[in-house]
């Protein structure tokens, strides 16, 4: 399984961007596709996922209400909308494939895509 992220830019606070996840292979039924993002010196942390069928989504509370994760079975995508977008949301963000339906930890990920870095200005 191959993950390729793209999407990421520079835009100023209120903006919104869409980052993709394009999975080559398939992945197991019980998994989940999951958005992480990093900024230097710190953790990647948990930001948004979604179930191998595309019926559960979830995402972290401060995000909640500005980004939504959707499944495109047909170009085998998985996107990630980020609305109002403030400077806090600036980082790297890389999608993961993980072995959980419910993953939030990148310890529960087996296959990364290369990231893309979103930069938020004020």
């Known amino acids: 399984v191959q993950l390729q992220a793209s999407g990421g830019g520079l835009v100023q606070a209120g903006d919104s961007l869409s980052l993709s996840c394009a999975v080559s292979?398939?992945?197991?039924?019980?998994?989940?596709t999951v958005w992480f993002r990093q900024v230097p010196g710190k953790d990647r942390e948990f930001v948004a996922g979604?179930?191998?069928?595309?019926?559960?989504?979830y995402a972290q509370g401060i995000v909640w209400g500005r980004f939504t994760i959707s499944r495109d079975k047909a170009k085998n995508t998985v996107d990630l909308r980020m609305d109002n977008l403030k400077p806090d949301d600036t980082g790297v963000y890389y999608c993961?494939?993980?072995?959980?339906?419910?993953?939030?930890?990148?310890?529960?990920?087996?296959?990364w895509g290369q990231g893309t870095q979103v930069t938020v200005s004020s």
């Open positions: 979604i179930s191998e069928t595309g019926l559960s989504a």
């Open positions: 993961a494939i993980c072995g959980e339906p419910h993953a939030h930890y990148p310890a529960e990920c087996d296959f």
């Open positions: 292979g398939r992945a197991g039924p019980t998994t989940s």
